[in-house]
């Protein structure tokens, strides 16, 4: 070990990626310390070195101690049970009038004179105190640091395998028997980083456990310490100089807000009867308004976590209910991976429908995420027949959609020289390559390193803070939290929020002032409440027997026939408080509707409605509402739905009006909106489009702008304005004929266009649902 000592010591003097070296118990003797102190002075990366259990004796020691004059990386030294005397360790309490950088030196074990162990642990004491002062300065200042944080957003047709890959990238063991995913499931991994310059190793996938509080803002706070420590360590000694002068600036706001040096001093004098040299305790700081803690453990680990990234997993249920659910929650940035079973893309009988779920998929992304990164995984890699021919006819399959939609946000399989990445779960092939692609993606993704300033973070801190108690935060309490923490504009605050959303630490949509007014932190308990409602009915079932007991067989039955929610089932399954909240946030996302047509308080959920109505000749003028040049998403038509019947209950309720109740099914609705004034809608896929009819011409031109004020709704409020089309109106002489939106209005074609409609719509944007209803009375 003597010899194997030396190589190491003398590998450490040229190391720049060890930050640790765990010596303990190596035989190492007086000549190998000396050897090791002598790298010591060179050595400036090394922060801990463990030489417990070694025969170190004064000489060595003094060897150490005078090596630790120079050395500015240091700061854990264990030398417990060596050879040491007051003749050694007070070497070390004469080195520790130079450096300041070690903070723990664990002398136990020895005849070291209890006054001098004093003395040493004085010296370290003031040490930690420049450091925990650092820290301190950190959090109060308004320094910025990059966050290396993505979103991994996994998407697909329902049982293509999107749980089975993220399992499999992560490593864990394939489980044939995986639960259908309701609704979505977030989790977190984190991805440790290769150090500077290599190659990543893509070996480290870690799930992060639990939803415990993350101290984000410490962490940020050491990270940029760090920062500080490296570049000194490289900047020049005139350049330091002009570092420091800045310094006071910040000191004046540190003076002013420290309040707890009474505590600080409390638990050193604890520590320090110990008579164990360990400075090592955690010291508690008020910064701004927050407390936290510092430990030089927060150092060492953002030391190991330097380039490292955390990635937020969303892994959505692929079954089409969710669909309309999943409008909320697909933000602009992140890496998308989409999922799909190559062996459905090779039967004659199945090839359709998953091609037509893949333009679903690649449309709505390109909707809500123009340019995100995106990755095709076929799975099932190890079950069709003539693997290379089936994978080569399922390319050509590919390149022929995706050049058909113009899509060029695909991240291509360069490797093998195709548009997707063919893998198999169970046999666990093509992960790992896809593994190293997907981390590629995420770290060159410029998002993924956007700087963020610490205020911002210790806000997120505060915020994440009240998820133990609570889902959701009203925006005034925000606001206050954000004064306190140094955030004081509204258009500082908007942006923070704007991007905790976007990286899907917290759900806060903008829309319109309700919306805006709530800030959920507990993005999963919002998806599991909301799929307690939007569900398959037949894949995800009730506890049947609880529901039963309830006495709320029927209603549960009735939920699922016909999309009507009565108050006692929303009760049930939200937990009696959660109701009026979250009826209120589904209402205002246009999932529900008021259903006041019965003499009992029911809700309409349009995305459960299942019947198909076949089309049928219907009378009345007919207009279309023609997406074909870009894309009708699944959601738009249940929206719209949501939208008519709410004005049609609302008219009822405002104006004591006597209406129908509305006939509604998967893809077509009738519904009176007013007395004798009917509106018929009906989806068609195909088409891409929506064909609206009206029972009385005198109705047309109202009808007209109603629907099309409600297109503008939805698309501001939950399509972030991404919906593109053309309203056409049939020509009333010749049948059949249709007749752009803006040439009728120049020809004030009848009965499409009166003089009132031709005066501007009311505006959707940033209105609330009941103004909007209000708005819609046109005459
Ligand atoms: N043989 C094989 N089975 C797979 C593969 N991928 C997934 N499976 C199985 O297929 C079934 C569905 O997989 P999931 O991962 O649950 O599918 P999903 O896409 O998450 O489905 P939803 O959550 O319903 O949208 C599970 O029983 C998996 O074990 C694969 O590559 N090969
Ligand atoms: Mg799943």
Sequence with gaps: ?????????LALRVNSHLTEAMLSTNLIDDGSAEIIADTLKVNDILRKLDLNFNYIANRGAKCIAESLVVNKSLTELCLDSNDISDT????????????????????????????LLREICEKLDKNMGRKSKLFLDTLNGDK?????????MVVGQGKAGKSALIRSILGLPFNKNWDSTIGAEIS????????SGSQPTHAGWTKVKGETNM????????RIMLQQLNQSRKTPEKFRMKENTELPRERTIVTEEVQMPSITSKLKKKKSTHGVLDSKTKTLFQTRSVVRNFDVDLLVDAENAENSLTLSMWDFGGQEVFYSMHHLFLTKSGVYVLVFDMRGMLQWNKKNDALAYMSFWLRSIRLHAPNAPLLLVGTYMQDIRIRAKGVITINGLIRKLVKSLGFTQIVKNSVHKLEFFPVDNKER??????????ERIVRQDKNTWQNISIKWMLLLDEMLEKRNEQAYIQLSDVTQMAAKVGVHQVAELDEALRLFHEQGMLVHLTATDTLKNLVIVKPQWLIDALSKVIRDGSLHSYNLQAVEKQGLKQDLRLAFDTALFSRDFLEYVWDGEQVPFLVDLM?????????????EEYYLVPSLLNNVTKTGKRLGNRFVLDFSSSFLPIGVFQRLICLVVSHSASNRSRHGYVLQEPKLSKNAALIEVEPQFHIYLQEDIKHQNIVARVNDPQYAAKSVRIIQSMIRKLNCDVMGEGLKWETLLEDSTRLGKLVNYDQAKKEMMAPWITKASRKAEPEAQNVDLDS?????QFD
């Design 772 to 776: 909007f209803l209000n708005c819609l």
């Design 188 to 195: 977190e991994s984190q991805i440790a980083g290769p150090r």
């Design 587 to 599: 209402k205002r996302t246009l999932l529900m509707s008021e259903w006041n047509f019965r003499n």
């Design 429 to 438: 092939i093509g992960i790992t390559m896809l593994r190293i692609e997907v």
């Design 215 to 222: 101290d984000y803002a410490s962490k940020f706070a050491a």
């Design 144 to 152: 910025k640091t990059s966050w290396s944080r993505s979103r991994l």
């Design 1 to 9: 070990t003597g010899t194997g000592v030396k190589a190491l010591a």
């Design 88 to 115: 050694g360790a007070q070497h070390f309490s004469k080195a520790l009038e130079h450096n300041k950088t070690l903070v723990m030196l664990k002398l136990n074990e020895h005849f070291v004179s209890a006054a």
